[in-house]
């Protein structure tokens, strides 16, 4: 697989119980975030659980790149029924447009 040239280990950072956005932890006292929230707070709570599932995705997405792509590689030069062969076209799809491939 091709690097992957995103931020790893990122997971939601909340801020008084409200999902602000996601981040890193680089230190104890300090926390690198990106922002993704509606302008206002009745905007967020309309989309609080789309918001909040979108930042836990968001944050799993180098790990989830990296399990694929492990999997991938662990049974290429398998012989595998035909019908595996979509999944694993789609699986591939999936890596190159995470890597912009």
């Known amino acids: 697989m091709e690097d992957f ?3 790893n280990n990122l997971m939601p950072i909340y801020v008084q119980g409200i999902c602000i ?3 890193t932890k680089e230190e104890v ?12 707070d009745e905007e967020y709570e309309e989309e609080k659980e789309v918001i909040e599932a979108n930042m836990k995705l ?8 990296q399990a694929l792509d492990d ?9 595998l029924e035909s019908s595996t062969n979509m999944y694993l ?5 999936a890596i190159n447009k995470a ?3």
Do not use: R
């Not at 926390?31 to 509606?38: A, D, E």
């Not at 968001?58 to 790149?65: E, I, Q, R, T, V």
């Not at 991938?72 to 012989?79: A, I, K, P, R, V």
């Not at 076209?89 to 799809?93: C, I, Q, S, Y």
């Open 89 to 93: 076209t789609n699986a591939k799809k």
């Open 71 to 79: 999997l991938l590689d662990e049974l290429s030069g398998q012989s």
């Open 99 to 101: 890597l912009g491939l």
């Open 5 to 7: 040239k995103g931020t």
């Open 29 to 40: 006292s300090f926390i690198t975030c990106n922002s993704i929230l509606p302008d206002t």
């Open 58 to 65: 968001y944050a799993a997405a180098p790990d989830l790149l």
């Open 21 to 23: 956005g996601v981040g």
